[in-house]
C-alpha cells in the first residue's frame, strides 16, 4: 500500500522560502509520477508542480520561476522549494503519485495522495 508523509509546511512572510518532502513508502518515485497539488478555501484544487520517472518536470504559470519540483530516488523523497512566496501562495498542499501518467487530470483522478501540509504567507 502506497503512503505519502508530507512535511515543511509553516507560516512565513511575502518574499520567504519553505521546502515541502514527501516521503513515500510502499512505491518507488523512479518509475512513477510525483507531484504537488495545493486548495485554498473557496478556490479549486490545482496541480503546482510534478515530477515524471525521467525526471521531466511541469509547473503551473503561477509558480514558474519561484518553485522547484526535485527527487532523491535513494530517499524516496520528492521535494518542492519554494521561493519568493506570495500571499496567494497559501494553501494546503498535497503530495501525490502515480504509475499511469503525469498530467494534471491523471495524478488528481488515479493518484496516491498524502494528508497534505499547510502552507501560510502573509503580507
Known amino acids: 500500500q502506497v503512503q505519502l508523509k508530507e512535511s515543511g509546511g509553516g507560516s512565513v512572510q511575502a518574499g520567504g522560502s519553505l521546502r515541502l518532502s514527501c516521503a513515500a513508502s510502499g512505491t518507488t518515485y523512479s518509475n512513477y509520477c510525483s507531484g504537488w497539488f495545493r486548495h485554498s478555501p473557496g478556490k479549486e484544487r490545482v496541480g503546482v508542480a510534478a515530477?515524471?520517472?525521467?525526471?521531466?518536470?511541469r509547473y503551473a504559470d503561477s509558480v514558474k520561476g519561484r518553485f522547484t519540483i526535485a527527487k532523491d530516488n535513494a530517499k524516496n523523497t520528492v521535494y518542492l522549494q519554494m521561493n519568493s512566496l506570495k500571499p496567494e501562495d497559501t494553501a494546503m498542499y498535497y503530495c501525490?503519485?502515480?504509475?499511469?501518467?503525469?498530467?494534471?487530470?491523471?495524478?488528481?483522478?488515479?493518484?496516491?495522495w498524502g494528508q497534505g501540509t499547510q502552507v501560510t504567507v502573509s503580507s
Open positions: 515530477i515524471d520517472g525521467d525526471g521531466s518536470t
Open positions: 501525490v503519485v502515480s504509475e499511469y501518467g503525469c498530467s494534471w487530470s491523471i495524478l488528481a483522478g488515479f493518484g496516491y
